[in-house]
């Protein structure tokens, strides 16, 4: 009898090579996870910065659009209390504008909405700088990350002020789940003028 070696592997090595293969994805899954976490984050800032430098332009530039983005209307009695992170103390919001950013296709929720009649004009103007119309179907500021307070997605961008301070300027995002005026974290504020 001739002795003929077979080519292949043991049952015991390709254990080891699958016992392997699954330490490694189980160290590196989370760590990837966590790697597109940070970048949908930085790019959601990256687009509130950007919202921001739009509104600052308009309300800082025109007087008249200024006057409508801090309009004394109905969204100044209803602000809406919030939790400064950094200093841990309530303030209230003022909601200014909305805009869906679900990505809708459809042609609808695709402008800059105002909270009070007041602001349209300020809202029209912001509509028009971030080229955002009715039958414009691309969303620009698709909102990328997800909620980690309630398991939505974000889908709806804010635009408002500190009641107590306004030349703080904030953009911020929500579920738009309740109400059109519910933002759920604050992604940029700055102050932006002095009183």
Known sequence: MTNTKKNGFTLIELIVVI??????????VPTMIGYVKKSKR???????????????DLILTEDNLNDSFYYDGGNVSSAI???DEISNHTYDLVVVA???????????????TPTDAGIQDFCDALNKKSEFYNTNPDIKRKIKSKSDINGKNFNRWYVGYRKDNASTVEIWIGDGS??????LKCLYAQVTRSN
Request: no cysteine; proline share 2%.
């Open 98 to 112: 909305y805009l869906d950013g679900a990505g809708k296709t459809d042609g609808s929720g695709n402008v800059w």
């Open 42 to 56: 930085a790019a959601d800032v990256s687009s509130a910065k950007d919202i921001h430098t739009q509104v600052m």
């Open 81 to 83: 209390s919030k939790l």
């Open 19 to 28: 016992a392997i293969i699954g330490v490694l994805a189980a160290i590196l």
């Open 178 to 183: 309740t109400t059109t005026a519910d933002p």
